[in-house]
């Protein structure tokens, strides 16, 4: 299945013309000629990952190009629509080697909304092509999700009604399904019937599909191979909607249009099964949240039905599945019973955390004080990995001169994983590529097969919980097999690192060739380690008194940037020491000059 996130790309675009997660969030872009504008004819090819660190203040950046038409003159990231060319943003000509890339930044303040919102390109400059010889979007690893908040005033003609209704819709494409839930409540009497008509927001149209009831939820899935091919691009352009018939209302007492939900989404199911400790009630609950453009401004809609009597307070609470937590934000009631509506700004600090489920709705009662239910909230971005591939990590290691990278992804279900693989310098014919089970420096059984990459492949597979658990805790490998090498010439650990542009050290003693540039240094200086740093470290800043002004840790790559933020004009040292004992490792000497 060829570019696989480009099939979700397009339908987001075309909106946009018109209108539990425990891993990181990757960004990938898969670069050729055609990307230019104007395009360029070349047999170059490449792949990029980048892969945000779970604080939302770093990126790990990973890429391998081949086939250009000479040595790389330039690479960086641009700020642009896919059809237009834009200026730099971030400048990736240091983090180069050869036809390699590798290196971790700082996160500029608007780059994780740029690249959100699909506007960030990166493009790799040769001398024949000045302007960019190969280039691609960056596309976010995420679910497509819709949603729809259904009343009584969107019916044609309006309907006079306390109801309300709030519905997610998500794409599984793996399956070619869309899933479907709505909850709903204070409808005058049972639904008669449910469905997804064709219509904008002004008319009545005819039936697309029929929903599963169920008491006041309706859930399921609809298969798109039975609905019309434009199906999803009236979800995606407001052109459908969900109406809610009753006895009282045989013409439907709400309705809601569906719409995307954006490319930063969550979710929540509220029960009473997820409190801690459970609750048993049969009231149920579900919301969502919305972004806004910039990412600091979230929108959250939550509908709860059947509790046991009024809720005397809900909030948004932190805390992990099965941990109960402090109050974040309260819930504000609306005029609907039943229907909680608020927006709140937000830091980079609780985007991450809310991005990787660490917060949860709560509706409390006066006989459930701690809350009777509660849903965690769960982010639409898909757990992402990256790393590196080559003869250096196989067992034993070999003395190829090929490299691979690879970005991975699992969806929110844990059911599905796309992968996306290039390597260049295999001379061999390959003759397959698998996912094995195995540790570091581990041989394993193929837990998943992959296709063979000639240069670059990608797809999207079905995975079961243990394959999860092994991609997820460093228990498996990306291996590509070849001719020559038949029990693998490259491999790369799922792991999150690059070890191979680098010699990896896993016990540092010291650290005899660091580099500090620039220096003298202005606002950040960048520390290159000249070894890949696989344990945690501390940098500390040190001025001539021997005060420590500064203190930042590390781990897992060969550079970083250090900030010099409100450090005044002088003579400092840098210091590194080993976070486990405290030794250290260098002292490099530098100069600030404002």
């Known amino acids: 299945m060829k570019r696989i996130l480009n099939i979700l790309v397009c339908l987001l675009l075309i909106h946009s013309l018109c209108a539990q997660n425990s891993g990181n969030w990757l960004f990938t872009g898969y670069l050729n000629g055609d990307e230019e504008v104007p395009v360029v004819s070349t047999m170059g090819q490449g792949y990029v990952t ?56 700082n996160l500029p303040s608007n780059l994780l909304y740029l690249l959100n919102s699909g506007l960030v390109y990166i493009n790799v400059h040769t001398a024949a092509n000045p302007g960019g010889e190969i280039r691609s979007q960056l596309n976010s690893h995420a679910e497509l999700n819709f949603a729809s908040l259904l009343l009584g005033s969107n019916s044609v003609p309006p309907v006079a009604t306390q109801a309300v209704g709030l519905a997610v819709l998500q794409l599984d494409l793996l399956r070619n399904v869309i899933e479907y839930q709505v909850q709903l409540t204070n409808l005058s009497g049972p639904i008669t019937s449910a469905h997804i008509h064709d219509g904008d927001s002004e008319t009545n149209g005819p039936v697309l599909v029929d929903l599963n009831v169920s008491g006041n939820i309706l859930k399921g899935e609809i298969n798109l191979e039975d609905q019309p091919l434009d199906f999803l691009i009236k979800l995606l352009l407001g052109a459908a909607y969900i109406n809610v018939h009753t006895s009282k209302n045989p013409g439907g007492e709400i309705r809601g249009q569906i719409g995307y939900g954006g490319s930063y989404f969550c979710s929540s199911t509220l029960n009473g099964s997820q409190e801690v400790p459970a609750v048993n009630s049969n009231a149920t609950g579900l919301g969502f949240i919305i972004s806004n453009f910039t990412l600091d401004t979230l929108t959250y809609l939550t509908v709860y039905d059947g509790l046991s009597s009024a809720p ?26 039943g229907l909680y509506f608020g927006s709140f700004v937000i830091n980079n600090t609780n985007l991450a955390l809310l991005t990787n489920s660490s917060f949860y709705n709560n509706i409390h009662t006066s006989a459930n004080p701690g809350g009777e239910i509660r849903g965690q909230i769960i982010s639409n971005i898909r757990k992402g990995q ?7 990590q196989s067992v034993p290691s070999n003395s190829s001169k090929a490299y691979g990278v690879c970005g991975m992804s699992i969806g929110r279900s844990d059911k599905n994983l796309i992968y996306e693989v290039i390597q260049d310098g295999i001379t061999s014919a390959v003759t397959s590529a698998h996912i094995h089970s195995g540790a570091k420096g581990i041989n394993g059984g193929v837990l998943l097969p992959i296709g063979s990459p000639d240069k670059f492949i990608d797809d999207i597979i ?133």
Do not use: W
């Open 462 to 594: 079905p995975v079961n919980s243990s394959e999860v658990l092994a991609l997820e805790s460093k228990g498996a490998y990306v291996n590509i097999h070849s001719e020559d090498y038949p029990s693998g010439e490259i491999r790369g650990q799922v792991d999150n690192l690059a070890s191979c542009l680098v010699t990896a050290v896993s016990d540092i003693s010291n650290l005899p060739n660091v580099s500090l540039l620039p220096n003298p240094a202005q606002d950040q200086i960048t520390v290159d380690f000249g070894i890949l740093i696989d344990e945690k470290v501390i940098i500390n800043i040190v001025n001539l008194d021997g005060r420590t002004i500064s203190s930042s840790s590390y781990y897992g790559g060969n550079k970083c940037t250090v900030s010099l933020n409100n450090i005044p004009d002088g003579i400092y040292s840098l210091d590194v020491k080993k976070m486990k004992d405290g030794k250290r490792l260098t002292s490099q000497k530098f100069v600030v000059k404002q």
């Open 312 to 337: 005397t307070a809900a909030h948004i609470h932190s805390g992990q599945t099965g941990m109960n937590g402090p109050v974040v934000l309260p819930l504000n009631p609306t005029q609907l019973p």
């Open 50 to 105: 980048i892969l945000i660190d779970k604080d939302f203040t770093t990126a790990q950046i990973n890429g391998l190009f081949t086939g250009l038409s000479g040595d790389i003159t330039g690479c960086h990231l641009h700020v642009a629509e896919s059809d237009e060319n834009g200026p730099v943003i971030v400048n990736l000509k240091d983090y180069l080697s050869g036809n390699k890339l590798f290196g971790k930044i």
């Open 386 to 392: 990256a790393f590196d591939l080559c003869g250096t």
